[in-house]
C-alpha cells in the first residue's frame, strides 16, 4: 500500500507562495509476508500565517509494541498540533518574530528558538501523546490476546512505540525536532547536503530511543536553521526503511547531488508523480523489506521553478498534486518500468537490517550545567537474528526471496538508472 503523493497546501490567489510538502508511505515487505500492519504514520498541516509542518513516525515492530500503529498515528497527530501552537507563539505580538532585533544574529535567533522547542514543544509532544495513549486503554483496554505480548510491569505506552521526526518552515526558519532513528537530510541549492539535526550516539542500528522510553525528553534532539543563509532547497524525512535500503554509507549526500539535479530539470508535479515509487522500492524485499516513510519539503524557490509544466524526459508522468492537508494510505498502480530516481536508491537486495529494540535506562538521564549524565542501557528481549540466515530462516522471519536464492546464494543487487547518467 503506498499513499498518494499529497501537498501540504496550495496557495490562494494573491499569497506568497510558500513551502510545499510531498508525503509517500509503504507497507514493507516483510509486513507483508508477516500479515502485519504498516507501522509507520505521516501527517502535514500549515503553521502560522505562512508556514508549513510534517512529521513521520515509525511504530516499533517487535510484538511488545503491539499497537505501534496507533502510536506511530498519534505522534504525527500531536506532533502537528503542538508545532502549530509553537508558530502562535513565535507569531504573537509578544512572541520572537515579532519582537526580534533586527541587527540580532541568526545564531542568537536559532539559539532562543532551540530554546523554546526544547522548553515547550518537546515536553508538550511527550505529556499529550502519553495522555492520548492512556485514554485510548482506556477505551480499548487490552484483550487477552494482547496482554500474552507484555511484560510484566510493562507502562501501558510501551505498547505504542514509536519514534517521531517534526519540521517546521516559518518565517525563512527550519525547526527540527526528532527522537529515535530516522533521516532528516537538507538539500542546498548546489547540492550539497546538511544533515541539521544533532546525531545520537544511542542509536547502532539495534536500539532506538523513543516516545515510550524511560526519559525521552532527555533523548530528543532539535536545531533550527535560517533557510535563506543556508540556501536549502529542500529536506528530507525518512523513516529508517528509506535509509536501510540504501547501498551508499554516505547516501545522504549522493541523494542531495541528484535531488538538486532533478529540481533544476523537473517540476513539482513529476517528483510528486515519483515519490510513492521510490517510498515502493524501498520497502520492498530488494529493498529494507521495512515499512517506509518520506515527507519531501520544497522550498518556494524550487516549488516555483519550472512550474508551467513538465519537461521532456524518459520516464517522465504528469500528476496533479492533491490538495489534501493530510497523506492517506491508498493503493497505487505502480508502472511497468521504473522511472528514473536518485543514485542513492541503488539497493541491495534483502538487506539483513534488524528491527531496532527500544534503549531503556535503569535511572533516568537528568541534564545539569549543560552536561549529560549517561547510565548504562539495557535494552529489551528480541528474537535473535543473524546476518547469514538461509532462505528457510529468511522466509520465517518475513524476507521474501524475488530472486529464488535457496542456502548459500549471494542476494541479487538491482541497480535503477538515475535520469541521464546510464548504469552505474
Not at 548546489?190 to 539495534?206: F, H, M, T, W, Y
Not at 536500539?207 to 533523548?219: E, K
Request: aromatic share 4%; glycine share 10%; proline share 8%.
Amino acid at each position: 500500500m503506498t499513499s498518494s503523493p499529497a501537498a501540504a497546501h496550495v496557495d490562494p490567489p494573491g499569497r506568497t507562495p510558500g513551502w510545499i510538502v510531498l508525503t509517500a508511505s509503504e507497507r514493507g515487505a516483510s509486513h507483508v509476508a508477516g500479515k502485519s500492519p504498516n507501522q509507520d504514520a505521516v501527517a502535514t498541516e500549515r503553521a502560522g500565517a505562512a508556514g508549513v509542518v510534517a512529521a513521520v513516525a515509525d511504530g516499533h515492530g517487535h510484538p511488545r509494541h503491539l499497537r505501534s500503529a496507533r502510536g506511530s498515528k498519534l505522534a504525527v497527530k500531536i506532533g502537528c498540533e503542538t508545532a502549530q501552537e509553537l508558530a502562535d507563539r513565535l507569531e504573537s505580538a509578544d512572541g520572537l518574530f515579532a519582537q526580534r532585533d533586527a541587527g540580532g544574529t541568526a545564531a542568537a535567533t536559532a539559539e532562543q528558538i532551540t530554546k523554546l522547542a526544547e522548553e515547550f514543544l518537546v515536553p508538550t509532544i511527550i505529556s499529550r501523546w502519553r495522555e492520548v495513549v492512556l485514554a485510548d486503554v482506556k477505551a480499548d483496554p487490552f484483550t487477552d490476546a494482547e496482554q500474552m505480548h507484555r511484560h510484566p510491569g510493562d507502562d501501558a505506552t510501551i505498547a505504542y512505540g514509536s519514534t517521531l521526526l517534526l519540521a517546521m518552515v516559518l518565517h525563512g526558519w527550519l525547526i527540527l525536532a526528532q527522537i529515535g532513528d530516522g533521516d532528516v537530510v537538507g538539500v542546498r541549492e548546489d547540492g550539497r547536503a546538511i544533515e541539521p539535526v544533532p546525531a545520537d550516539p544511542q542509536l547502532d542500528g539495534l536500539v532506538t530511543t523513543s516516545l515510550c522510553g524511560s526519559d525521552p525528553r532527555a533523548d530528543f534532539r532539535v536545531a533550527a536553521v535560517e533557510t535563506e543563509q543556508s540556501k536549502l532547497a529542500a529536506l528530507l524525512l525518512a523513516t529508517d526503511g528509506y535509509g536501510n535500503a540504501q547501498v551508499v554509507e554516505k547516501w545522504p549526500s549522493a541523494f542531495s547531488g541528484d535531488l538538486a539535479r532533478m529540481l533544476r530539470d523537473r517540476d513539482v508535479n513529476w517528483l510528486a508523480s515519483q515519490l510513492p515509487s521510490w517510498a515502493a522500492r524501498c520497502a520492498s524485499s530488494d529493498g529494507s523489506a521495512d515499512d517506509t516513510t518520506v515527507a519531501l519539503l520544497l522550498s518556494p524557490a524550487m516549488a516555483a521553478r519550472n512550474a508551467g509544466g513538465n519537461q521532456s524526459g524518459d520516464g517522465s508522468e504528469e500528476t496533479t498534486i492533491p490538495a489534501v492537508p493530510h497523506a492517506d494510505t491508498v493503493p497505487v498502480q505502480l508502472p511497468d518500468n521504473p522511472p528514473p530516481e536518485p543514485a542513492s536508491f541503488r539497493q541491495l537486495a534483502h538487506r539483513a537490517a534488524r528491527e531496532p529494540v527500544i534503549l531503556e535506562r535503569s535511572t533516568p538521564r537528568r541534564k545539569s550545567g549543560g552536561h549529560s549524565e549517561t547510565h548504562e542501557p539495557k535494552t529489551t528481549e528480541i528474537p535473535k537474528l543473524t546476518q547469514g540466515i538461509d532462505g528457510a530462516e529468511r522466509e520465517k522471519q518475513g524476507r521474501v526471496n524475488a530472486a529464488g536464492g535457496g542456502a548459500g546464494d549471494d542476494p541479487p543487487t538491482t541497480d535503477w538508472l538515475p535520469p541521464g547518467t546510464g548504469a552505474r
